[in-house]
């Protein structure tokens, strides 16, 4: 056979597949290669399919004994490696530096081999080996062991490409076989990494820290409380290149189990062992609750209290937080480092009332909690203030004054009465003072005065009061003195200007004033003091007529109401008349008029002449009455002595009617000159109540109605039947039913 050398391609395949918490190996299905080895009649066997970076393993090949091989030619053996320079095939015992690297050819087999059989390794990058004729017994034997040594990490296959020729003893192992005839696979793993330590450092950390070693580019570290973690799968916390790790976030007291391995990414594999190491983390000390205030079980305190606080400390100095919570508490929720906790209370507080609260506080690890409780103190009822005393300053002003019960507020009503229940008086006071005025009284009037302690805290009075009292001082209504024209004097001149008269207050105030009277023009003034006070006359006057004025004066307090009158002198060359009878305007006058009558004077002679408004509907005329000749003075009457009457039908039916306005005149005239003057007045009592009982009755029916129809008018107040008249049939039903 040719000494012919083959060169063998060495294929390099790289995969590489890294997360961060798990690490996938190689994918190929080895169940399919040896399903094809078990077909042929060889297969190639290492001696370890996982191996450490640094050891050396070797690769046998194998005869089977079912088709009875007792030769083969091996014409090409082929390396796969994921790294380039993944292993070595190492020399042979025996070898020389000279010679190729030698299989081992087991002696049940024989050899036509140009070489031996050598296997040369170049730069690891390839390799090539002679063709390999072997004849030997019928069996499972080993023919051929190649031994290897280990540079990198990765996956190692080694692989023949096979024809099998059918008939024949013996297997040619050639180039262009369509099947694989046999196939190995070696993977190389990183070692495991060193000086693998767990360090407590607090109650939540510990440190780890290891050491790569040959063929490692990370290290993988998983880590549990309770037991160690499984496979590098089970609760991984670390991956990556450095060479410590700070594991966070542990609970205080506990034991933590880790395990640490390496990782190689190029060849995607575990290192084959692992480290282990454990330690506990340190024990917690829950925060502590201390200093309450107010003080666990204080008493009487003040329903102001506006806070509750107490002091929370950590020894590990942990962050604390957490709540205070109670009745009557604004509930807080907050935390910090050690320090003193403060809550809101809903003030005021209710009194004399036990107030708990509780202080709950945590680390994060353990929780403490208080409970904490305090009274608050009863109500203050104050005392009455004392000294309490009225003075009058004048007639409209009282001083009043008093001690305050320490430092409680007052509270003072007035009254006109003697005794009353608080809230019945007037409030005068309610305050811190001592003193207080009162003004705008009415004068030689007492008042009654009550006071009261108030506690504004606690929102409650004295239970009993304190009294006093004072009378005003009187007051003096303004006077009226010298009145000019004298009050009823007569001769007066009617070229008279000026009515006037002194108002004189005795206690000094100012007052307002009015003069007003018959042709007086009205004065007034206010706030005036003392002195004389006039108005002007509408002048000028009548001869022989009495004039009447009026004086109006109030000092705020008291009125003071004066008429005076005064009558102008005679006029000789001129007719006078005056004082009519009934006054002129005047209103409630008797029925039938007894008399109407008028004074009257002259220096001549005169007629007088009495007329009244006759108001029958068919005439509506003025009728003389009565009237006198020759006269110079005296006092002129009519007397209706011979009126209208029940008993007297055929009577006079002037002036008799109640309820009604009459009108009548007097003209005086000496000849040549005339004085007209005309005069009103009303009459009491009913239009129908002819008898003047006070009351329309049946007897009032015994004179025609008409009659009075024609003198007061028709009002139908009395036609009950709506005749158009009051007749006697409307007597059939009790009169005072209608009046």
């Known amino acids: 056979m040719n000494n012919i050398k083959t060169k063998i391609i060495i294929t390099l395949i ?212 309770g037991s160690y973690p499984t496979d590098y799968n089970d609760n991984q916390i670390y991956n990556g290149t450095m060479t410590t790790y700070d594991h966070h976030s542990l609970n205080p007291g506990t034991t933590y189990y880790y395990r640490a391995w390496s990782w190689n990414d190029s060849g995607g594999d575990f290192s ?68 003193s906790v403060l809550a809101n209370t809903l003030t005021p507080l209710p009194y004399n009332t036990i107030i708990n609260w509780w202080v709950n506080m945590t680390d994060g690890y353990n929780e403490s909690k208080e409970m904490y409780t305090f009274t608050t103190r009863n109500y203050f009822i104050p005392s009455p203030p004392s000294a309490f005393s009225a003075s009058p300053y004048n007639k409209t002003v009282m001083n009043i004054s008093w001690t305050p019960a320490g430092s409680n507020l007052t509270y003072v009503e007035y009254n006109t009465v003697e005794s009353w229940t608080r809230g019945e008086g007037i409030l005068l006071e309610n305050g811190s003072n001592t003193t207080t005025s009162q003004d705008g009284l009415t004068p030689a009037t007492t008042y009654y005065y009550l006071a009261w302690s108030y506690n504004e805290t606690d929102e409650k009075f004295s239970t009993t009061n304190t009294s006093a009292n004072g009378t005003t001082s009187e007051n003096h209504a303004p006077a009226f003195y010298f009145p000019n024209p004298i009050n009823g004097s007569s001769g007066v001149n009617v070229s008279l200007a000026i009515v006037n008269v002194t108002i004189l207050d005795e206690d000094g105030d100012t007052f307002t004033w009015s003069i007003e009277g018959i042709n007086i023009t009205a004065n007034n003034s206010a706030w005036d003091t003392n002195g004389s006070k006039e108005a002007n006359i509408n002048g000028p006057l009548e001869y022989n007529t009495t004039y009447t004025w009026w004086v109006n004066a109030t000092d705020g307090y008291n009125v003071t109401n004066v008429t005076y009158t005064f009558g102008t002198e005679l006029n000789p060359g001129y007719m006078t008349v005056w004082s009519p009878i009934p006054i002129n305007v005047s209103i409630g006058n008797t029925r039938p008029t007894a008399n109407i009558s008028i004074s009257a004077a002259t220096g001549s002679p005169i007629d007088i002449y009495f007329y009244y408004y006759n108001i029958t509907p068919v005439t509506n005329t003025t009728s003389l009455f009565k009237n006198w000749s020759g006269q110079t003075s005296g006092r002129f009457e009519f007397n209706t002595s011979n009126a209208l009457t029940p008993a007297n039908p055929n009577g006079d039916t002037r002036f008799i009617w109640g309820d009604t306005q009459y009108i009548w005149w007097i003209n005086v005239t000496d000849g040549t000159n005339w004085v007209n003057k005309t005069y009103y007045f009303n009459t009491s009592g009913s239009r129908y109540d002819v008898a003047n009982s006070g009351d329309v009755v049946a007897t009032d029916v015994t004179i025609d109605w008409s009659k009075r129809q024609g003198e007061v008018g028709y009002d139908n107040l009395y036609d009950v039947d709506y005749s158009g008249d009051v007749t006697a049939t409307d007597c059939s039903i009790i009169w005072e039913n209608r009046t």
């Open 14 to 225: 790289v995969s590489i597949l890294i997360c961060s918490t798990i690490v996938i190996g190689h994918n190929y299905n080895k169940n399919e290669d040896y399903k094809r080895q078990e077909e042929t009649s060889g297969h190639l066997v290492p001696s370890s399919s996982d191996v450490t970076i640094g050891d050396t393993f070797y690769v046998d090949f194998y005869v089977y004994s079912n088709n009875s091989v007792t030769s083969f030619t091996i014409r090409q053996l082929f390396f796969n490696e994921t790294t380039a320079g993944l292993v070595n095939v190492t020399q042979n015992p025996g070898g020389t530096p000279n010679e190729d690297y030698n299989c081992s050819f087991y002696p049940n087999w024989s050899t036509a081999l140009t070489d031996d059989g050598d296997l040369d390794n170049s730069t690891g990058n390839y390799t090539y080996i002679q063709s390999v004729n072997m004849s030997g017994v019928e069996g499972n034997n080993t023919a051929i062991r190649i031994n290897f040594s280990t540079n990198y990490c990765g996956l190692l296959r080694v692989y023949i490409p096979t024809t099998i020729w059918s008939g024949q003893s013996g297997l040619d192992i050639g180039v262009g076989a369509a099947d694989l005839w046999t196939d190995g696979y070696v993977t190389i793993h990183p070692e495991a990494p060193e000086n693998f330590t767990a360090s407590t450092y607090n109650m939540s950390i510990v440190n780890l820290s290891f050491n790569f070693t040959n063929g490692a580019t990370n290290i993988v570290v998983c880590g549990k409380a």
């Open 272 to 339: 084959l062992t692992n480290l282990t190491a454990t330690n506990t983390t340190t024990s917690n000390t829950p925060p502590t609750i201390s200093n309450p205030s107010p003080a666990n079980g204080t008493t009487n305190v003040d329903i102001m209290q506006g806070t509750v606080n107490a002091t929370v400390e950590d020894a590990q100095g942990n962050d604390i937080s957490g709540t205070i919570r109670g009745t009557e508490i604004n509930p807080y929720t907050g935390g910090g480092a050690n320090r």
